[in-house]
């Protein structure tokens, strides 16, 4: 079957688009990091961006997501700007977060991105929460959890598709099976070879997804979400993928072998996704290329807004611990 | 006025709270069937379990629940019921409703309430007894309020629901059934103003929860010694209405501070910190503090009697701020 009886061809080339942005993104992270610009420490997402673009793809604006500590490329795939983004990874006040957060904190509620959180699988719930107002609240808004193999051992895992499968709330459990968890390869860890079946301990649906075809996890993800949206309850998707990368940025990686990596290149979910288009004739080289040099461009901006942008004001630190009132717990101290 | 329960207080809070706005839910283990302590008998009848939500016994889940919906518009309120069961939850607690505001720019607020009962009952032994407002206390972005009779606590229990930050809401398992005045309309008791319960000369006793009670007790059984003691319950302690607290030790000189939690590194650490640094020139005596021992809390009477305060622990404070001891 080609792929443009499936997908539009507009739709293949914005996942192209929003997959190459994060690449790019998270290349430039990795080179700031290393010369020293961020504080901190970063997790990128190279190697997984079909799952947040394909996921993301098969969301409403105003659906939910809640993400991990490796949460850039969700936070742009929900349709943060790059900018604030950036700029929060700097900490800088006109982050994202103004600062406060930083890159496993990036949010932007008015996208529905929930939180990237430094607490493994600590979304799931928040997600499972969300969905449950959703349906108080009658809007039919779906809630994306994602989280990692590591996470899938977490006992708010279990907690979490437990509590969403018995109320059947809307909600998509994704796990990007990233085969590791920081060092540790997930087959010493976990029971299980294939992580879906999970699912069938709550009664919901867990289907194991080629997670570096975008194809694939977009149209799992549409199913999955279309049945969160009509009341059919939660579905454990388990998406197969690849760290590129170190667990951070400055990782030895000393747990594996660089031949194991590259024996992986030629599932880069990129260069996969442009011979399909380009099997398919949706893109010609001149157009690709454009795609890469505006990302670059883009990234750029990202990278110069956040470069001039001030840092905040040390005395703007208790601000925001509550709503309104300032952070100081008692009053009449002198 | 009408004579009811604390336990029945609160219910009657929770109503008006969830009369008034639809965005209020309720959630917890066993809570259409009341809870554990009645504190939510008969929400279902009327709210029914859309809105009084049946958790399964996932604590970490009923707090990260809670996050979720108050940080997309709802208003919950979850029951953790004793409080140690919060401490399964911890992670959602600390690292999630408190920090969701601050960590993400002020963006979201994070109308939650979490009601938990603490304090020791009959014997209920080492984890079933606790007092654990020092650990809610240290974190910011938390609300912490401890109230001591049903008047309070329907009042207190509305600001808390009204209010749009995480609120802790700690109700002592010995004061639960404890019948009292409950205001009959609508009654707000605001965060961060503690009641004078008795005034005095000769010292203050700062207190809160059911240590107010007991403070009740020993300041009858002072007077008869022929001492005045100033007795300031607390209500909530953040925020901390420490203005009440400074005002009247600089007047009285001395203080006792009584809580049940442990002594060792409790609440009223900070409190004697607090007074002792802005009004040290106006002590006339070193602070006293009045707390559990660094134990557990046992099982067998004699021993939980020995390691939990109550009224003669007060009293042997104050004759000890007073110098008689
Ligand atoms: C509750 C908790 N435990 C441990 C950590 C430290 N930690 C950070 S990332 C990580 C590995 C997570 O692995 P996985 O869920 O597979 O996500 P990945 O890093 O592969 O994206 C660990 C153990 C943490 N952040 N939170
Ligand atoms: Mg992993």
Redesign the pocket.
Known sequence: MSLTETMSPGLALSIHRTMVRIRVFESRVEQLFKAGELPGFV?T?IG?EAIAAGVCSALNRDDYITS???GHGHAIAKGMELGPIMAELYGKETGACRGRGGS?HVADFSVGMLGAN?????GLGIAAGAALSARYRGTRQVAVGF??????N?GTFHEALNFAATHRLGVVFV????????F?S?LRTTAVEDLSVRASAYGIPGVTVDGNDPSATYHEALEAVARAREGGGPTLLNMETY?FGG??VGDAEVYRESAEVEARRWADPIVRWERTLTDEGLMKDGPREAVWAEAAEEVSAAVRFAETSPYPEGGTALEDVFTGATAVPATGRA | MRRMSFGQATVDATRFAMREDDRVVVLGEDISWGGNFGQFRGLVDEFGHDRVIDMPISEAIIMAVGVGAAVTGLRPVASMSFVEFTLGAM?EIVNQAAKFRYMFGGQVSVPLVLRASDGVLRSSAGQHSSSLEGLFTHLPGLKVVAPSNPADAKGLLRAAIADDDPVVYLENKRITAKRGPVPVGDHVVPLGSAAVRRRGTDLTIVTYSVMALHAEKACSELTGMGIEAELIDLRSLVPLDLDTVLSSVARTGRVVVAHEAWEFGGFGAELVAAITVEVFDRLRAAPVRVGAAQAPIPFSPPLEGAVVPGADEIVAAAREVMGLI
Not at chain 1, 118 to 122: F, Q, R
Not at chain 1, 147 to 152: A, E, L, P, S, V
């Open positions: 997790h997402y997984q991990t500590h490796r496993m430094g607490i493994v699988a600590g989280f990692g193999d590591g996470g899938i977490k796990c990007e099976n990233n085969q590791y968890a920081q540790t997930r760290r667990h951070y | 992670d």
